[in-house]
Structures are given as C-alpha cells and as structure tokens.
C-alpha cells in the first residue's frame, strides 16, 4: 500500500483476543511520510506494559488461561506442588494464591533457580519451551510480514526491529532509513513522525548529528564507527575538531577521539592479567574473547557458568540466540541493541574457583555499562557482589569515565541505591545518551552511578 507524504492512512488489522481462537477488528492509524512507520498489534512485546510472561504467552497462544502445571525437580516424577496458570501468575492448589515464577518455585520448596525449566505443562513443555517456541513464532514472523511502503524502499534488507531500541517495549515505531532499528517518538523526543529520511542517532555522527557530511568532500565523508565508544563518526568531523591526532596514526584502527585510543589501550593492557584483591587470595581478573587463547576462552566459560546460575537464559527473538553468551562472546548484530562488541568480563575467584562475574562495556569517557552482574548462590553474602564492583569502579575511574550505569529489576533498585550509591535515570538523562547502545531490558529501572574524577583511595568505598 503507498501513501502520500504527510498523510494519514488507516490500516484494518486482526489480531487474536488470546482465549480461544476468537477474532476481531481493530482499527489502527499509522502515520506516514517520506519515513517508514509501523504500528505492532499483540506481539511479544505489546504496547502494554503489564505484559508478564505468562500474558505474552496467553497472548500468542502458546499457553492458555487454566492450563494445569506443575512444579518438579531434576528426579523424573519428583513433582513438588501444581497450579494453573493467570496472566498475573501461577495459582497455587494448595492455597489458591497467585505466584509469580520464581515466588511459586519457592512455594514449591526449590532453590533451583529455574522456575521456567521446572515448572511443567501437562503436555509435557517447560514454560522454558514455551518461551523458546514464541521465539520461533517471532522469527517467522518478521521474516515474512513486512510490506514495503514507498517505491524506493529495498525489501531485501534486514527486517526491522518488533520493539523501540531505547525502552525494549512495542506500540507505534518509527523505523531509521538506514538500520533495522526502530523507536518510539516519545523515547527519542520527537513530536511526530519527520518528513523525508530521518536517521537514527546510531546512525548519525556523533560530533555533527548528521548521518551525511555537510562538504562534499568523499574521503572526510566517510563514516566510521569507533572501535570504543563504537559510535559513528565522520573522518571529516574528527579531523577538523581536532579530536585526532594523525601523526604516526594507524589507520587500521577507528577511534573518534584520542581519548576512546587511550581506554582502548589501556583496556587491553588489563586483559588476562590476574590483580589481588583482599587478603582472601580474591584475584579480579578482566578477560575478552581472544582467538587461539584456550585459557583466556575457558575462564570466559567459568564467566558463563556463573550467570547461567544467576539468570535464566532466554532466546531474543530476533537473533534466537542466548543473550548472555552473546555479550561474554561478544557477537555483534546488524541491530544495534543487539550488537554486542566491545563487552569485557570480569572475573573474581579464589583459587581458580569462579565466585562472582560481571560484564562491562565502557562507551568512550562519558558511560560505561554492566548489564549482568551476579554472584554463585554458595557465595553470596559474603561481600564478593561489593569487591567486585568496588575494583571495577576503580579501574574506570583510572580511565575518566563520568558515569557508570546498569538495569535493575524493580525489587533490586533499592540495593543498587542504599548500597551502592546508584541513582535512578531521569529520562533527561537517557536522552542525553541515546546514542550510546546500552543494554536494557522491558520494564527493568536504568540506574547510574557518577563517578568522580579524583585518584582512587581504598577508603573511597568503605
């Protein structure tokens, strides 16, 4: 269907109601104009932002409303307690309260962690199966249901993306012309849908904001991205700000200002090296993915141990694949929010036994993230958490970074704040750093940390 540019069309979509088979109408406005836009109907990530999982898959009917489960350990027919399942949870037979996940694993006397892995449909699929099959159906679906809408538009590339880059949430998306990533107005502080080609802040520049050089000159209009901060930059821009020196330069490298090639270098300066900490035989170690480095590669798989214990692991559905093994890998992705280059891990162990871990990726001077970060469940209230993130705050404090900040579950944000000294986001402040590809996820609480530029002291973290 083609639309003129700046004019309404109204698009008839049907969509399940999630009980049952049952079908109706719903009439949905798109906005148009020279910019691709598109408005999600129930999905996995739909505009409502109750979504639990269990709706989501009530919602593409994976899963129905009653459905009778059950929670089992590892002990084929060990089966410890049953429900049925609610969009707000699991209710319990025994005392007809409504669990969520984890609550009712606990309900059931486990302390497995693995709420979706053991918790059981009478069919025989873990809700973990479930969640893997609305994946599957994601997939699919995006790969056979866009349209394209304006003469000019190449079908042939990378489809777009289901959900808004910054909040990981669905509704009406307004898609860059130059990457599959997509947006709500709201969230990147625009009014309405542009006329002609707009260009996400992934794309643009980031010393001009624009995604073309303003002088027609080809080799300063090239764009790069920074092998740091891994944000785009025109050669041109870097050179006539004089953020780069090009004397003695190594032009295989891509940095946007001398400082992101000084944490680069003084980042791979720390890889592999094992430091003290404590009195305790506690070495903080920084590790990378690095070719034909077994040993580097086998204490990443450490690394991954410890989330998994920590996290359940789920599939993005636009990749299929673990999101956690991507960031301690460092898989990269056409999408944005996907691309996971420029991650390190960090480990904390006692004599080669992995404790704590977390992953860090530091966006040039301004941010740096740590999108996981957890503790093996022997280990925990012993401090390792604080040990751990007190040595990491060190080392970028060393390195200048302004501010450091994480996604938090909404039970967490206190943690993060009272013990911590983290703060939650203003969305003034998410705005300000829409640029920088920090990992986030639907509904958690983004917090930050400011990190002051004065030499580091043990006494500044007691």
């Known amino acids: 269907m083609q639309s003129q540019r700046g004019k309404k069309i109204v698009i008839k979509t049907s969509k399940k109601s999630g009980v049952g088979n049952q079908k109706f109408n719903q009439t949905t406005q798109v906005q148009c104009s020279g910019k691709r836009a598109k408005k999600r109907g129930t999905s996995a990530c739909s505009s409502k932002r109750s979504h639990t999982v269990l709706s989501l898959l009530i919602d593409n009917n994976v899963v129905l409303i009653g459905a009778r489960v059950h929670y089992r350990t590892g002990r084929p027919g060990n089966q410890l307690t049953e429900g049925w399942i609610t969009r707000g949870g699991i209710k319990c037979t025994c005392c007809e309260r409504i669990f969520k996940l984890t609550e009712f694993e606990s309900h059931a006397g486990s302390t497995q962690h693995r ?10 699929r873990s809700l973990s199966d479930c969640n893997k099959q609305l994946c599957g159906k994601y997939k699919r679906q995006k790969s056979t249901t866009r349209v394209c809408k304006r003469k000019d538009e190449q079908c042939g590339k990378e489809p777009s993306d289901y959900v808004c880059s910054v ?77 780069i020196k090009f004397e003695g330069r190594n032009f295989h490298d891509n940095f946007c200002s001398n400082k992101c090639e000084e944490i680069f270098s003084s980042l791979q300066k720390l890889v592999g090296k094992s430091i003290v900490v404590g009195e305790d035989n506690l070495t903080w170690t920084l590790l990378k ?8 590669n086998r204490r990443l798989n450490l690394a991954l141990d410890v989330m998994h214990e920590c996290f359940e692991s789920v599939e993005e559905a636009y990749t299929g694949r673990d999101i956690i093994e991507d960031v ?27 404790m704590s871990a977390a992953n860090v990726r530091v966006c040039g001077d301004k941010v740096a993230e740590v999108p996981f970060v957890g503790t093996r469940f022997e280990h925990r209230r012993l401090g390792l958490c604080r040990i751990l993130m007190c040595e990491l705050e060190k080392h970028l404090m060393n390195l200048g970074v302004e501010r450091l900040v994480l996604p938090s579950a909404a039970g967490m944000v206190d943690t993060w704040i009272n013990s911590f000294g983290f703060s939650k986001m203003t969305d003034f402040d998410t ?32």
Request: proline share 3%; with cysteine.
């Open 115 to 124: 709420p979706s892995e053991n918790i059981l449909l009478e069919d025989g």
């Open 167 to 243: 909040c990981r949430d669905g509704g009406d998306l307004i898609l860059c012309d130059q990457c599959p990533s997509a947006f709500h107005t709201s969230c990147i502080g625009l009014e309405d849908v542009p006329d002609g080609d707009w260009f996400c802040p992934f794309c643009c520049c980031i010393i001009c904001g624009h995604a073309q050089f303003q002088e027609i000159v080809q080799q300063d209009g090239c764009t790069v991205s920074c092998d740091q901060c891994h944000l785009k930059f025109h050669v041109g821009c870097a050179r006539d700000r004089g953020l």
């Open 289 to 296: 993915p690095l070719k034909d480095f077994s040993a580097n």
């Open 328 to 354: 301690i890998f460092n898989r990269g992705s056409v999408l944005n929010r996907l691309n996971f280059r420029g991650f390190y891990t960090v480990l904390l162990e006692r004599d080669g036994e992995a």
């Open 431 to 462: 705005r300000e750093n829409l640029a920088y590809t920090v990992l986030n996820f639907q509904d958690a609480i983004m917090c930050q940390k400011i990190l002051r530029k004065l030499k580091y002291t043990s006494d500044s973290v007691k």
